[in-house]
């Protein structure tokens, strides 16, 4: 009898021992209790489609909480300049991932009130799915929905502004047909696609 209790003594404290060596991850993630879903690009979700996940190296990236970015279901016009009729320095110099929010606010504050009569002010007035975050992608961030366009879609073969500014006269714009991105005169009308941040 002594025998078969310290057996399985010896067991329970082996059993235990594994026990605390084996993390499980859970799927989806749930921090505090609360469950965060897991998305994929092209999902319907946080106002419009999922069009990019951060990545290791992105500014913004947590390996513990998903981020990313959220485009409007469709373009918010079809030619629209990317000043207010006045050429000046707005200080939008973000080109990288993450950077977008912080150049809209900059043309704005530049530009003047938010208004519909240039990109980054139409793109701060949308409010797809009740959201009023809303912005003008930076460069990098605009790749990245013209890589993932199919998946997103809804957009066409024209030039989409970026809310990153060159200089006095240009600003950043890409070719969805080829991908090309190159500075383009502020006072040409061209595409905007707004999107935010989760």
């Known amino acids: 009898m002594k025998k078969s209790i310290f057996i399985l ?3 329970s404290i082996i059993y235990s021992c594994s026990k605390k060596e084996v993390q499980i991850l859970p799927s989806p ?5 609360v469950t965060i879903p897991l998305y994929t690009i092209g999902d319907t979700a946080l106002g419009g ?3 990019y996940i951060l990545q290791r190296g992105d500014s913004g990236y947590d390996a513990n ?3 990313g970015l959220v485009a409007a279901i469709s373009d918010q016009t079809s030619a629209i300049r990317w000043h207010n009729g006045t050429y000046k320095i707005t200080g939008a110099k ?3 991932i993450g ?5 809209t606010n900059s043309i704005i504050s530049a530009q003047g009130e938010t208004t519909t009569s240039y990109a980054a002010g139409l793109a701060r007035t949308y409010k797809g799915g009740g959201y009023d975050d809303w912005f003008l992608p930076s460069k990098d961030e ?4 013209y890589i993932n366009k199919v998946i997103i879609g809804g957009f066409v073969n024209n030039n989409y502004w970026s809310s990153s500014e060159k200089d006095f006269e240009f600003a950043y714009k890409l070719n969805f047909t080829n991908g090309d991105q190159n500075a383009n005169n502020k006072v040409n009308a061209f595409y905007v696609r707004a999107i935010r941040a989760f």
């Open 9 to 11: 003594s010896i067991f």
């Open 29 to 33: 993630q749930v921090i505090n209790k």
């Open 49 to 51: 489609k999922i069009a």
């Open 65 to 67: 909480i998903q981020h």
């Open 94 to 96: 973000g080109v990288v």
């Open 99 to 103: 950077t977008g929010f912080a150049n």
């Open 142 to 145: 605009l790749n990245k929905l």
